[in-house]
């Protein structure tokens, strides 16, 4: 079963404009991770959010982790073209023991429209 | 490049065939997780290795098998196929047990007909 949800399941924008996924998750979790799916292909790693961190940035994505509430939401900023893919949120929960598996969230669709 | 290696890329087979998935992982890692993609039920953890052992079950099928060899690819084999186990299947890689990034192949799609 997915341990986390996302919101919006799509989003559209025009090229410019920020983009904000969410991603509420279930049980306690070492860290946060989101990644990057273009359309039938690998995922791509994008952040990685720990447990006792707040805000983490890199380049044009500021992640958020809010643990009291099991959420955390992706913005991406001056958005393009290219950015256009499907983003997931993972988790790696603690009751996971050494497997450290990641589980996954059911992704949004961003589209950017030109 | 993520440095993980996924043949086939497409499958296209018959319902009650077995099918063999190959995931060579980066150089150095010693993780490897098998994934399961499809559009109802989103991305689902399979199993993990660990140098060689199995670590970790997720929603495999009875049917379904797999096993890391001493050079540290994997291999996923799926019997008694369905049509419901068409999907896309992949494999990431990790260094080891630690809480890092996983590291995809670009999926191996597999068709039953």
């Known amino acids: 079963s997915q341990q986390g949800e996302e919101d919006p399941q799509a989003l559209s924008i025009q090229e410019g404009e920020n983009a904000t996924m969410n991603c509420s998750y279930k049980?306690?979790?070492?860290?946060l991770q989101w990644y990057r799916q273009n359309s039938g292909r690998g995922l791509v790693h994008l952040i990685l959010?720990?447990?006792?961190?707040r805000e983490k940035h890199s380049g044009r994505l500021r992640v958020t982790l809010d643990t009291s509430k099991k959420s955390s939401s992706l913005l991406i900023t001056a958005s393009r073209a290219a950015d256009t893919a499907s983003y997931f949120c993972?988790?790696?929960?603690?009751?996971?023991?050494?497997?450290?598996?990641?589980?996954f969230g059911s992704g949004t669709q961003l589209t950017v429209l030109p | 490049d993520s440095g993980v290696t996924q043949t086939p890329k497409h499958l296209i087979t018959a319902t009650g065939q077995r099918v063999t998935l190959r995931c060579s992982p980066r150089?150095?890692?010693?993780?490897v997780y098998w994934y399961q993609q499809s559009l109802d039920q989103g991305l689902q953890f399979l199993i993990q290795?660990?140098?060689?052992?199995?670590?970790a079950k997720g929603n495999i099928l009875e049917r379904f098998s797999a096993q890391q060899f001493p050079d540290l690819h994997s291999e996923l084999n799926l019997s008694s196929l369905e049509l419901g186990d068409s999907a896309l299947y992949f494999c990431?890689?990790?260094?080891?047990?630690?809480?890092?990034?996983?590291?995809f192949g670009q999926g191996t799609r597999l068709t039953v007909v």
């Open positions: 990431a890689s990790r260094t080891g047990l630690e809480d890092t990034e996983a590291f």
């Open positions: 959010i720990r447990s006792n961190e």
């Open positions: 049980t306690s979790i070492n860290n």
């Open positions: 290795y660990y140098n060689g052992e199995e670590r």
């Open positions: 150089s150095g890692d010693l993780s």
């Open positions: 993972a988790t790696v929960a603690i009751s996971s023991g050494s497997a450290r598996q990641l589980t």
